[in-house]
């Protein structure tokens, strides 16, 4: 049997959503002054590309944009699970006294999040790390919340969240499988 899917945010949904964390995210930390955001592989990486866009579009200026492979940080590798590849961590600036803006696609039980921060640390001591992500579907197993949110879709734990990209790592749709 197939599983059900809804298309929650078209490619359009999802650039509004993007714009309006890009003004969210200007609003609170005053302008772009010691920001930098770190996208977490592989979705966040590309969401992070997409926000420091429409950051450079209403600021007029760039925004440092790193990626952070969190592979090795995870708690949910044992042997009873499939190997999980280590991808490239790049982050060619310092993190010293800066307002890290940490972006994933999907923000679900939390242990992505603090796996990406103990990777984070390794990179130095940041003034503060906020997260923003795409959709926010619940079911938290550690307190970690999001400040910037473009969608929140509460979904039961046998259901599914998935951004999709295109060819060119533009996103295009977020979809719910049941």
């Known amino acids: 049997m197939?599983?059900?899917?809804?298309?929650?945010?078209?490619?359009?949904?999802?650039?509004?959503?993007?714009?309006?964390?890009?003004?969210?995210i200007l609003e609170r930390n005053k302008g772009v002054a010691d920001i930098v955001l770190i996208g977490i592989r592989s979705g966040g990486a590309l969401l992070a590309d997409g926000i420091a866009q429409q950051i450079s579009v209403i600021e007029g200026g760039a925004v440092p944009v790193g990626a952070v492979d969190i592979?090795?940080?995870?708690?949910?590798?044992?042997?009873q699970l499939p190997h999980h590849p280590v991808g490239k961590t790049d982050i060619p600036f310092s993190l010293e006294a800066k307002k890290v803006i940490l972006v994933d696609d999907v923000l679900y039980t939390g242990r992505t999040i603090r796996a990406a921060m103990d990777a984070?640390?390794?990179?130095?001591?940041?003034?503060?790390?906020?997260?923003?992500?795409l959709i926010d579907r619940g079911h938290?197993?550690?307190?970690?919340?999001?400040?910037?949110?473009?969608?929140?879709?509460?979904?039961?734990?046998k259901e599914n969240v998935q951004v999709f990209f295109d060819g060119l790592n533009q996103p295009i749709e977020v979809v719910l499988e049941k």
């Open 120 to 133: 984070l640390m390794d990179f130095g001591r940041p003034q503060s790390i906020q997260l923003a992500v």
């Open 140 to 157: 938290r197993e550690l307190p970690i919340r999001a400040d910037f949110v473009g969608r929140n879709v509460p979904t039961s734990q």
């Open 71 to 79: 592979t090795l940080y995870r708690d949910d590798c044992s042997g």
């Open 2 to 24: 197939a599983a059900e899917q809804t298309v929650l945010m078209d490619g359009e949904g999802i650039k509004r959503a993007l714009t309006r964390i890009a003004h969210e």
